[in-house]
């Protein structure tokens, strides 16, 4: 089989022309073939001579797209090298955007199809790239590759410096809600990252502000409400979320369709065991629909109930509450605060003798307005001891330093 062999004195770009129009035109005999190469081979230098790279890269890929499925995987990789590089000489950053999004559409056409490779490919030319928004737009292929080509292992590692990426991509609004999307939907299909999917479904629901939006808009997010709500109920790891502070949740409330998943976020996040069993008992069906267990949601409100006593019985909570409020025997009090406290939402002690459990601290069901204002009176309190405590210190100094010049001076 032929190779892509660039000779000294020909430009790489040339030699990929060259071996993708032999190969294109090697069936139709050499004389038919020998005009059609040296025509593409002639327009080629022709575009090169004018600078004119957007148009090389289309004559290049359009080329390669005959004979893609004819070469081998390092001739692939050297044909995409090449041409990913023309990228470097565009004369504008519109003109280089222009470039990526030619080639990284003409890769991922085929994600199926060796698409680790195709993966790489986007990789090389992204690291190619000076814009912040072609880096981004490349990015963005490479999430839609991985996905459809079932090769999202190889991307996921980047996911831990998104917030470094946002920063250096400067992307608006929109732009940053596609991602989170693609980005959440990737990870839900890893049971082990399902903590993550459900974070990066939280940043896209967090960018319907509400304010300004239409109607249909914000009606594009109801979907993904509903599937960070039953997410969060289904999840036996997570016992803090946001949700209820954003619009594109508060939105369901006095929805026709979607009221009573709503409802069911209000009773785990606000409510107690006794709620959900009411709403279970009227509601069966939905929660079925849901794929929701209704033995794995009992276990789940016994500790948000459990978290929620420990916020309104001032770091005290008796035993006989804990057993009323999670439906408990008296015997299985202790179990429920040993699993609370394993799964890190309490820290407490148990007093045996007194029948109390003495928290010292908990985790907040909810982290809005109401809690980060508590947050900063605490730090303030905190801030104004240490002062009062290095004042007190500062004090004391100087008094024993005075002391001990009126013993010097006695002498």
Not at 35 to 60: H, K, N, P
Not at 221 to 239: L, Y
Not at 261 to 286: C, E, G, M
Request: one cysteine or more; a negative charge.
């Amino acid at each position: 089989m032929s190779a892509v062999v660039a000779t000294s004195e020909e430009d790489p770009a040339l030699a990929v022309i060259r071996f993708t129009a032999e190969l294109s035109w090697a069936d139709a005999g050499p004389e038919v073939a020998e005009t059609q190469v040296s025509e593409l081979c002639m327009e080629a230098e022709e575009f090169m001579f004018r600078s004119r790279w957007l148009d090389l890269v289309s004559l290049i890929l359009t080329s390669a797209d005959l004979i893609t499925s004819r070469v081998s995987e390092k001739d692939l990789e050297c044909i995409f090298t090449v041409t990913c590089n023309l990228v470097t000489r565009a004369n504008t950053p519109d003109e280089a955007l222009e470039m990526a999004k030619l080639i990284s559409s003409k890769v991922v056409q085929q994600p199926t199809d060796r698409p680790a490779l195709r993966l790489k490919i986007l990789f090389n030319l992204y690291n190619l790239l000076e814009n912040p928004y072609s880096r981004f737009f490349v990015y963005k292929k490479a999430l839609d590759l991985a996905a459809s080509g079932k090769v999202a292992e190889s991307i996921i590692p980047s996911f831990k410096n998104i917030d470094s990426f946002l920063q250096e991509w400067n992307i608006g609004k929109i732009d940053q809600r596609e991602l989170f999307r693609s980005i959440s939907n990737i990870l839900k299909d890893n049971k082990s990252m399902a903590k993550d999917s459900f974070s990066f479904l939280t940043r896209y629901l967090a960018t319907f502000s509400g304010a300004g939006e239409d109607a249909y808009t914000m009606n594009e997010a109801k979907e993904e409400a509903v599937q960070a709500i039953i997410e969060f109920v289904k999840s036996p790891d997570i016992f803090q979320c946001d949700l209820f502070d954003m619009p594109a949740v508060a939105q369901l409330e006095k929805d026709g369709k979607y009221a009573l998943v709503y409802q069911l976020l209000k009773i785990f996040v606000t409510q107690r065991l006794d709620a959900y069993l009411d709403f279970h008992a009227a509601n069966t069906t939905l929660l079925k629909s849901y794929g929701l267990v209704h033995e794995d949601c009992i276990t789940k409100m016994r500790l948000m109930s459990l978290l929620d006593l420990s916020s309104h019985e001032s770091g005290e909570v008796p035993y006989s509450l804990i057993r009323d409020t999670l439906r408990v025997t008296d015997d299985e009090v202790e179990y429920w605060v040993v699993k609370a406290i394993t799964s890190k939402q309490l820290d407490c002690k148990m007093d045996q003798l007194n029948q109390v459990v003495i928290v010292s601290r908990h985790t907040e069901r909810v982290f809005g307005l109401s809690q980060w204002e508590n947050l900063r009176l605490k730090l303030g309190a905190w801030r104004r001891n240490i002062a009062n405590g290095i004042s007190t210190i500062q004090a004391n100094k100087v008094s024993e330093g005075l002391q001990g010049m009126q013993g010097l001076a006695i002498r």
